[in-house]
């Protein structure tokens, strides 16, 4: 929380060349954010994306799903809006339609891994149930934050499998493996990374264990380039190899 806090004053304090990507600072979202009072930063921020003069500013988006982020998190807030991991995620898609260069993505790095693995879990959680359209949505959200997400494109690949979406699986997995040749896959964080290893194992395992060893074998040479000193994925690699 502290992290999110000194995040966010560093933000809305920095340099004009930031703050001039909106029309406006959002202080007081700022101050209600900081102060806890996620419900009252819910109703502010509707207010500015409904108003035509700041209706296409980042910020409120991004107050808006890091607002419903933390609702989710408490059983009081959560009863009144029962919808509000759902509602962080439509926020967080609107955000980021809205920041494309990614502005403020750095400034809010905290807010950002802890939602990148909670989209994980609930993604890992509806394959399990076999909820693929929901996974499939996960995924997407993923890939809505960093386009270059390798791991998310491969796991959307598999929910496609499941939904007997041929043409739209063989893209996802060109799509990554496009990005692992060429090595603009990003894995400059740890989220990133984790899942991109998780995606290249499962995946890998699954078609060595469909009879595809050969197609495992090339998936988890691509990803030598970044996991060679992992023990997980050297032990992977070898029981497919050998």
Same mark, same amino acid.
């Given at each position: =929380?502290?992290?999110?806090?000194?995040?966010?004053?560093?933000?809305? #304090?920095? #340099?004009?060349?930031?703050?001039? $990507?909106?029309?406006?600072? %959002?202080?007081?979202?700022?101050?209600?954010?900081?102060?806890?009072? !996620?419900?009252?930063?819910? $109703?502010?921020?509707?207010?500015?994306?409904?108003?035509?003069?700041?209706?296409?500013?980042?910020?409120?988006?991004?107050?808006?799903?890091?607002?419903?982020?933390?609702?989710?998190?408490? /059983?009081?807030?959560?009863?009144?809006?029962?919808?509000?991991?759902? =509602?962080?995620?439509?926020?967080?898609?609107? !955000?980021?339609?809205?920041?494309?260069?990614?502005? %403020?993505?750095?400034? !809010?790095? &905290?807010?950002?891994?802890?939602?990148? !693995?909670?989209?994980?879990?609930?993604?890992?959680?509806?394959? /399990?149930?076999?909820?693929?359209?929901?996974?499939?949505? =996960?995924? #997407? %959200?993923?890939?809505?934050?960093?386009?270059?997400?390798?791991?998310?494109?491969?796991?959307?690949?598999?929910?496609?499998?499941?939904?007997?979406?041929?043409?739209?699986?063989?893209?996802?997995?060109?799509?990554?493996?496009?990005?692992?040749? /060429?090595?603009?896959?990003?894995? @400059?964080?740890?989220?990133?990374? &984790?899942?991109?290893? @998780?995606?290249?194992?499962?995946?890998?395992?699954?078609?060595? /264990?469909?009879?595809?060893?050969?197609?495992?074998?090339?998936?988890?040479?691509?990803?030598?380039?970044?996991? $060679? @000193?992992?023990?997980?994925?050297?032990?992977? %690699?070898? #029981?497919?190899?050998?």
């Amino acid at each position: =929380m502290k992290k999110i806090a000194l995040a966010l004053a560093v933000i809305l #304090s920095s #340099s004009l060349s930031v703050l001039a $990507q909106d029309s406006r600072e %959002y202080k007081d979202l700022l101050t209600l954010f900081v102060s806890e009072k !996620y419900d009252k930063v819910v $109703q502010k921020a509707t207010g500015y994306t409904e108003d035509e003069d700041t209706k296409k500013d980042a910020m409120p988006y991004l107050f808006l799903s890091m607002s419903y982020f933390e609702i989710n998190k408490k /059983d009081d807030l959560r009863a009144r809006y029962p919808d509000a991991f759902k =509602m962080c995620l439509k926020y967080l898609k609107a !955000y980021a339609s809205k920041d494309k260069d990614r502005v %403020y993505y750095a400034e !809010y790095e &905290d807010f950002f891994a802890k939602l990148r !693995y909670a989209i994980i879990a609930e993604g890992e959680l509806m394959m /399990d149930q076999a909820k693929y359209t929901k996974a499939k949505s =996960m995924y #997407s %959200y993923l890939i809505n934050l960093e386009e270059k997400d390798a791991g998310a494109h491969i796991y959307l690949g598999m929910t496609f499998i499941a939904l007997k979406s041929k043409k739209e699986a063989e893209t996802a997995f060109a799509t990554a493996k496009a990005m692992l040749s /060429d090595k603009t896959a990003k894995t @400059n964080n740890k989220e990133l990374s &984790d899942l991109l290893k @998780n995606a290249l194992i499962t995946y890998s395992l699954r078609l060595n /264990d469909e009879g595809s060893k050969g197609e495992a074998k090339e998936w988890m040479e691509l990803g030598m380039e970044w996991f $060679q @000193n992992d023990k997980e994925y050297k032990v992977t %690699y070898d #029981s497919i190899n050998g």
